[in-house]
């Protein structure tokens, strides 16, 4: 079966600091990638997506990730945190052929971000 | 325009009662996911409508279940409720079926069962 991992349950940066999600994926097939954000009190958001082409991709508040297939991974980053990022980031797999919009969920990494 | 609307947002059962849980997607969109999201669990799949029809079923137990209505609209139902069923149920809407339209998600109904 599917599964996604995160690595990183919670992560504790300060501002300015670099951040490095981990997101591994078990799953040999054709996948689209996900990174979604949930601010406190505040519902899911995409922060970024993958399907085909570049492997890195750009999304909102500056973040970006890296589609590594050989690696099974697809890592969230960003140059220099705020702490407005606090939150926790969750990604998601879907099996683009077989599965139509089922996502599956790593368990999430919380931020905190000092000021 | 409007998001993903779910109602109620809050919700107190007590165990063995049944609960339905509504949502209203984006306007135009015909597909709707639901989620259940446990601090133990995290976030997983329950099921997805398309025009009416279930198009995936994640690893629930029968005492979930849904449907679609011809507006969109979705509902899901828990029967017999259990302690465990104590979560935030989250609804995702899509212009079409598949993950590769982008799905958004509304804030959630949080069920407790006492």
């Known amino acids: 079966a599917q599964s996604v991992s995160q690595h990183n349950h919670h992560v504790i940066l300060s501002e300015a600091a670099s951040l490095e999600l981990g997101c591994n994926y078990s799953y040999g097939g054709t996948v689209n990638l996900f990174w979604y954000v949930q601010y406190p009190g505040q519902h899911l958001q995409l922060l970024l997506k993958?399907?085909?082409?570049?492997?890195l991709v750009k999304g909102i508040k500056g973040f970006e990730a890296e589609f590594i297939k050989s690696k099974f991974s697809f890592n969230l980053r960003k140059p220099s945190v705020q702490w407005s990022d606090t939150a926790e980031y969750f990604c998601a797999v879907n099996d683009r052929n077989n599965q139509g919009g089922k996502l599956i969920f790593g368990q999430g990494t919380e931020l905190s971000v000092k000021p | 325009k409007a998001g993903v609307t779910q109602t109620p947002r809050y919700l107190i059962k007590t165990r063995g009662q049944q609960v339905t849980l509504s949502c209203s997607p984006i306007s135009g969109h015909r597909s709707v996911s639901w989620y259940q999201q446990t601090p133990g669990q995290g976030l997983q799949f329950l099921f997805e409508y398309f025009s009416e029809t279930q198009r995936n079923k994640g690893n629930f137990p029968g005492r979930f279940s849904g449907r679609q209505f011809s507006n969109s609209r979705s509902e899901m139902n828990v029967s017999t409720l259990e302690l465990g069923d104590s979560a935030l149920y989250l609804c995702a809407s899509s212009f079409h079926s598949g993950a590769n339209y982008g799905y958004t998600f509304g804030s959630g109904t949080r069920l407790t069962v006492v």
């Open positions: 993958y399907f085909s082409g570049d492997p």
